[in-house]
T-cell receptor
Framework: AQTVTQSQPEMSVQEAETVTLSCTYD???????LFWYKQPPSRQMILVIR??????QNATENRFSVNFQKAAKSFSLKISDSQLGDAAMYFC????????????FGTGTSLTVIP | GAGVSQSPSNKVTEKGKDVELRCDPISGHTALYWYRQSLGQGLEFLIYFQGNSAPDKSGLPSDRFSAERTGGSVSTLTIQRTQQEDSAVYLC??????????????FGNGTRLTVT
């Protein structure tokens, strides 16, 4: 089974600054999807951004962007101009394109935004 | 509704009692997942339904846990003879089985189960 690793249990960032959350994964597949989810204290898991492995271009959604390094199996999330509302748990997830519908989640990174 | 709906939002039960947790997925989503999230932890996969196929039960932690999905829509997760270690947030998610953009999961707000 694929594994997803988030090596930073906790991170903090000053409001308006930039922070990068790391995620690595282990797979033998060449085609797959990667996701970042945000879980605020309300518990609702919200999709932040997604990346298709066959696309070389890094995905961007407003202040959120990824650095996808396929060879290194790395998928980091960059949050620019951090806002208080960005404070949450962030989960990285992997989904195979070809084999089944299982999602594999990392253990999460708790992000604190300091006013 | 517009999103995944879970009920109840919170459930407190006594050890040894049975509980049922309900999930109403987004209309048209053929895939439905149950996850368990213990306090401050990641997501633990429990079970996955896809259309009329046999569910993937590989994540169920014991035979006290079961789930069904009626009519390919609403799902119920049942925990029999609850134990204190069952206390957690139970998250349901649905997705289109095969769609553009990797068919991301859409999550409900979860049910917080507390076993006393």
């Amino acid at each position: 089974a694929q594994t997803v690793t988030q090596s930073q249990p906790e991170m903090s960032v000053q409001e308006a600054e930039t922070v990068t959350l790391s995620c690595t994964y282990d797979t033998s597949e060449s085609d797959y999807y990667l996701f970042w989810y945000k879980q605020p204290p309300s518990r609702q898991m919200i999709l932040v951004i997604r990346q298709e492995a066959y696309k070389q271009q890094n995905a961007t959604e407003n202040r959120f962007s990824v650095n996808f390094q396929k060879a290194a199996k790395s998928f980091s999330l960059k949050i620019s101009d951090s806002q208080l509302g960005d404070a949450a748990m962030y989960f990285c997830a992997y989904r195979s394109r070809n084999t089944g519908n299982q999602f594999y989640f990392g253990t999460g990174t708790s992000l604190t935004v300091i006013p | 509704g517009a999103g995944v709906s879970q009920s109840p939002s919170n459930k407190v039960t006594e050890k040894g009692k049975d509980v049922e947790l309900r999930c109403d997925p987004i209309s048209g989503h053929t895939a439905l997942y149950w996850y368990r999230q213990s306090l401050g932890q990641g997501l633990e996969f429990l079970i996955y339904f896809q259309g009329n196929s046999a569910p993937d039960k590989s994540g169920l932690p014991s035979d006290r846990f079961s789930a069904e999905r009626t009519g390919g829509s609403v799902s119920t997760l049942t925990i029999q003879r609850t134990q204190q270690e069952d206390s957690a947030v139970y998250l349901c998610a649905s997705s289109i089985s095969r769609g553009p953009g990797g068919s991301p999961l859409h999550f409900g707000n979860g049910t917080r189960l507390t076993v006393t």
